[in-house]
């Protein structure tokens, strides 16, 4: 059965650093390219990051980018989103989510990890 | 960036009932449009991409039809296990985005 399992989420203070990470189960994950999509309470769903299978591929939402940083290890089955420089606004549900067509759409979803930036 | 808004917000209707949604592109997409269903503390499922193709394993009851800005998005019949949130999302262009939901219940 396919899975993804986020983890890494939690409490942070404004300014600072977390890594999420997502442990894929049940494809062949170094054959897909990956979104990461967060739900916040005031916009809704948000698609913040693509990575494909090589990695040669990578985007960022506006608001992410040059702070966070998506990266995998098809070795273990991983994806990461390392997230510095946080603020109250990056206080989101965090989704990893499988590209089957690389095309930004997602087939499969992870339940999400929740990270709360506040002082 | 391409605004995605749908409506209702909201809809309350009984089990046998149709349920359409729309959702509504600021700019033409082609049908690089899907649907999807997430439930309380549940991963969000696909149902439909490129507008109106339906998902392995997703009843038949659900559809989609639509292209350029305007989509919709059927319950043929509603079932109790049909309440939950559905959004849209257009992968048409970067970023990707979202529409704002629709929750549907059971009346």
């Known amino acids: 059965e396919m899975q993804l399992v986020e983890s890494g989420g939690g409490v942070v203070q404004p300014g600072g650093s977390l890594r999420l990470s997502c442990a894929a189960s049940?494809?062949?994950?170094?054959?897909?390219?990956m979104n990461w999509v967060r739900r916040t309470p005031g916009k809704g769903l948000e698609w913040i990051s693509y990575?494909?299978?090589?990695?040669?591929?990578?985007y960022y939402a506006d608001s992410v980018k040059g702070r966070f940083t998506v990266s995998r290890d098809n070795a273990k089955n991983s994806l990461y989103l390392q997230m510095n420089s946080l603020r109250a606004e990056d206080t989101a549900v965090y989704y990893c989510a499988r590209d089957r067509r690389s095309s930004g759409w997602s087939d499969h979803w992870g339940q999400g990890t929740l990270v709360t930036v506040s002082s | 960036d391409i605004q995605m808004t749908q409506s209702p917000s909201s809809l309350s209707a009984s089990v046998g009932d149709r349920v359409t949604i729309t959702c509504q592109a600021s700019q033409d997409i082609s049908n690089y449009l899907s649907w999807s269903q997430q439930k309380p503390g549940k991963a969000p499922k696909a149902l439909i991409y490129d507008a109106s193709t339906l998902e392995t394993g997703v009843p038949s009851r659900f559809s989609g039809s639509g292209s350029g800005t305007d989509f919709t998005f059927t319950i043929s019949s509603l079932q109790p296990e049909d309440i939950g949130t559905y959004f849209c999302q257009q992968y048409d262009t970067l970023p990707f985005t979202f529409g704002p939901g629709t929750k549907v219940e059971i009346k």
């Open positions: 990575i494909s299978s090589s990695s040669g591929t990578i």
């Open positions: 049940g494809f062949t994950f170094s054959h897909y390219t």
